[in-house]
């Protein structure tokens, strides 16, 4: 009967189809509290947006910071797909709870299909940070049975989109790690085919691989030849039994900062030991608290590549060698990233640009993925990087 369903489930998602009007998907992500900043992203570029985040309440409720606002900082071009992301960093606390309780995973699905005909989207993005291990430090998991909950939620919505709007199919997407999702025992599941069948898009965040809680100042987003990579990370979710043709790779647009303790080499700043304390980042950066824990306030180190070109940390988009004194820019040749150096204060800045942007869209391509995904879509600059995107 299982085996029924699942087939059932997969022909309907080939059916659905993920991009109406492109051969490669361009999902980027619009997060409400940066609105102010939607004018620096070519949001023709992109096949999907989904406006980030309705976080649910312990009881399934959903709620959106500026909701009104977020429906009205664009409008969709031709074929364009709008969708609600739902959870994301601090919005997934409850999470875990609400989809082992039947009656508030159902309240939740009930919740997002209202929201779907409230407001006209074309779908939902689940962002759960994560199935089976802790995001924020104070949000509870349940490492046996939070990946199963998850497909009880999404074959769930899938059945109840399918019945509230038969003539006009609705998409699923899921924002995942870079390793496929963990099991009982907290191992990362050797099969997640199952979840192909009521998944249209895998987005996968290929970032963050490193960043203040390392030892060394590494890249945030390696394109190869390093655990975790892009290419690493694509192949385990195939691997564990989603298809090519269903996965969007992340890419940033932003970068992070780290302190390394000494600048011997200004060379290859890559490796270097780093302080505890992250600095700050761009002029944006501001010293908060966890959003959902709580705790001392601190700075994130994240510089939008926006903000690297409005600061004048890197002057010109045509000379990706220069950098404003007193920064020294390379590049990881091992991982195909490109890094900033203070020379003053021994800021590290493993970010991407648009040649970095441009090789993973290339690998992106090679491995025949559906295409990518971008977080977010307003760290860019004049549409540098979603240009970057569409280089040959």
Not at 141 to 164: I, K, Q, S
Not at 250 to 261: E, H, I
Not at 309 to 331: F, M
Request: with cysteine; aromatic share 8%; net charge negative.
């Amino acid at each position: 009967m299982q085996l029924v369903l699942l087939t059932l489930l997969a022909a309907a998602a080939a059916g659905r189809g993920v991009c109406a009007d492109s051969a490669r998907v361009v999902f980027g992500y619009l997060p409400t509290w940066q609105l102010d900043q939607v004018a620096g992203a070519d949001l023709a570029r992109y096949t999907h947006v989904s406006l980030a985040f309705a976080v649910p309440d312990s009881a399934g409720n959903l709620s959106m910071d500026n909701l009104d606002g977020a429906l009205a900082s664009f409008t969709p071009q031709a074929g364009q797909r709008v969708l609600m992301s739902l959870g994301g960093w601090s919005g997934s606390k409850h999470l875990s709870a609400i989809l082992g309780d039947a009656r508030k995973r159902r309240t939740l699905a009930e919740q997002m299909v209202a929201w779907t005909r409230a407001h006209g989207l074309d779908g939902w993005d689940i962002d759960f940070e994560y199935p089976g291990r802790a995001g924020a430090a104070c949000h509870r998991f349940d490492a046996e049975n939070d990946t199963a909950n998850l497909l009880a939620l999404v074959t769930d919505l899938r059945t109840r989109l399918a019945a509230e709007f038969p003539d006009a199919p609705k998409l699923i997407t899921l924002a995942t790690r870079h390793t496929p999702f963990d099991g009982p025992g907290g191992v990362p599941l050797a099969d997640v085919s199952a979840f192909a069948g009521p998944v249209d898009l895998f987005n996968l965040m290929l970032y963050d691989f490193t960043g203040g809680w390392a030892q060394a100042a590494g890249a945030n987003a390696a394109l190869d030849n390093a655990a975790p990579s892009f290419r690493s990370a694509v192949q385990a979710w195939v691997d564990a039994g989603i298809p090519a043709g269903q996965i969007a790779a992340g890419l940033p647009f932003y970068g992070r900062a780290v302190t390394v303790k000494e600048t011997r080499d200004l060379s290859d700043p890559v490796g270097l030991p780093i302080e505890r304390t992250v600095p700050q980042g761009s002029s944006e950066d501001a010293e908060e608290p966890d959003a959902s824990c709580g705790g001392p306030a601190v700075f994130s180190g994240v510089w939008a590549y926006r903000s690297l070109r409005s600061e004048g940390v890197l002057p010109s988009a045509d000379e990706p060698a220069a950098a404003a004194e007193p920064w020294v820019r390379g590049v990881d040749n091992g991982t195909a990233t490109p890094w900033l150096l203070n020379r003053e204060t021994r800021a590290f800045v493993s970010y991407d640009d648009p040649a970095s942007i441009a090789a993973k869209a290339r690998l992106a391509d090679d491995m025949r993925l559906a295409g990518v995904m971008v977080w977010p879509l307003t760290g860019d600059y004049n549409g540098e990087l979603a240009e970057a995107i569409f280089q040959e």
